[in-house]
C-alpha cells in the first residue's frame, strides 16, 4: 500500500480541465513544501511536471499547475490534450523511516 | 545534454545477486545526490535507495535493507547498485534517478527528483 493516495483513474476531453489529488499526512504532504508530479507514458521514464508544491520546471507547459492544501496536494491540466494521456505520480518528503515516499499513481484517460 | 543511462540488469534466481550501473553525463555528477527507484510490472514507483554527492550518506527503503547496497564512483560519474539475496518481489525496472534534496543531521530531506535514466529490467525467477 503506497504511503500517498491517489486516485486509481481520471479522465476528460479535450479542452477540459482536470485535477488529480494526492493525499498524505501531516507527516508527509501536510508537514513539507516538497511536493513532486511526475508524468509517464506506457514504456517511458517517468518525468518531473511540478517540482515544491507549485513549480514547473523549464519546459514544462503552462497547462500543468500544482497546488496544496492542507494534507491534500493537486495537480491540475487544463486544456486538455490527448499526449496528456498518461500516469500521474506524486511525491513527497516526509518524516517517517524513509525518507522519500510516492503515491499508487492516477491514469489519465483524454476521451 | 544531461543524461543517466543504467546498465546491469537482466534474469536472475531468487538468491542470486546482480549489480546495477549508472553512467551520468552532463552535469557534475559529485554535486548532487543519487537514487534509485523500481517499478514492479503494471505497479506505481518505489524508492529503493539515496546516496548524498560524497557518498558518505546513505539510505534505503525498508524492503531492501540489508540486502541492496548503493554506492558511487565520482571519478568515473557512475552509480551503483549492489543487489544480493535477491527475491521475486525485486523483479522491476530500476531507475537511476537525480535526486534534490539536502543531507541535515544525518537525514535526507527529499525534495523531488530532475532527472531519470531509461531503466533497466531485473526478473528474479527460476
Known amino acids: 500500500q503506497s504511503a500517498l493516495t491517489q486516485a486509481a483513474s481520471v479522465s476528460g476531453s479535450p479542452g477540459q480541465s482536470i485535477t488529480i489529488s494526492c493525499t498524505g499526512t501531516?507527516?508527509?504532504?501536510?508537514?513539507?513544501?516538497?511536493v513532486s508530479w511526475y508524468q509517464q507514458h506506457p514504456g517511458k521514464a517517468p518525468k518531473l511536471m511540478i517540482y515544491?508544491?507549485?513549480n514547473r520546471p523549464s519546459g514544462v507547459s503552462n497547462r500543468f499547475s500544482g497546488s496544496k492544501s492542507g494534507n491534500t496536494a493537486s495537480l491540475t491540466i487544463s486544456g486538455l490534450q490527448a499526449e496528456d494521456e498518461a500516469d500521474y505520480y506524486c511525491?513527497?518528503?516526509?518524516?517517517?523511516?524513509?525518507?522519500?515516499?510516492f503515491g499508487g499513481g492516477t491514469k489519465l484517460t483524454v476521451l | 545534454e544531461v543524461q543517466l543511462v543504467e546498465s546491469g540488469g537482466g534474469l536472475v534466481q531468487p538468491g542470486g545477486s546482480l549489480r546495477l550501473s549508472c553512467a551520468a553525463s552532463?552535469?557534475?555528477?559529485?554535486?548532487?545526490?543519487m537514487s534509485w527507484v523500481r517499478q514492479a510490472p503494471g505497479k506505481g514507483l518505489e524508492w529503493v535507495s539515496t546516496?548524498?554527492?560524497?557518498?558518505?550518506?546513505?539510505y534505503y527503503a525498508d524492503s531492501v535493507k540489508g540486502r541492496f547496497t548503493i554506492s558511487r564512483d565520482n571519478s568515473k560519474n557512475t552509480l551503483y547498485l549492489q543487489m544480493n539475496s535477491l527475491r521475486a518481489e525485486d523483479t522491476a525496472v530500476y531507475y537511476c534517478?537525480?535526486?534534490?534534496?539536502?543531507?541535515?543531521?544525518?537525514?535526507?530531506?527529499?525534495?523531488?527528483?530532475?532527472?531519470w535514466g531509461i531503466g533497466t529490467t531485473v526478473t528474479v525467477s527460476s
Open positions: 534517478v537525480r535526486s534534490r534534496g539536502v543531507i541535515m543531521n544525518s537525514y535526507y530531506y527529499y525534495y523531488y527528483m530532475d532527472v
Open positions: 552532463g552535469f557534475t555528477f559529485n554535486n548532487y545526490a
Open positions: 546516496i548524498s554527492g560524497s557518498g558518505g550518506s546513505t
Open positions: 501531516s507527516s508527509d504532504v501536510g508537514g513539507s513544501n516538497y
Open positions: 515544491d508544491v507549485s
Open positions: 511525491s513527497s518528503y516526509t518524516s517517517s523511516s524513509t525518507p522519500v515516499v
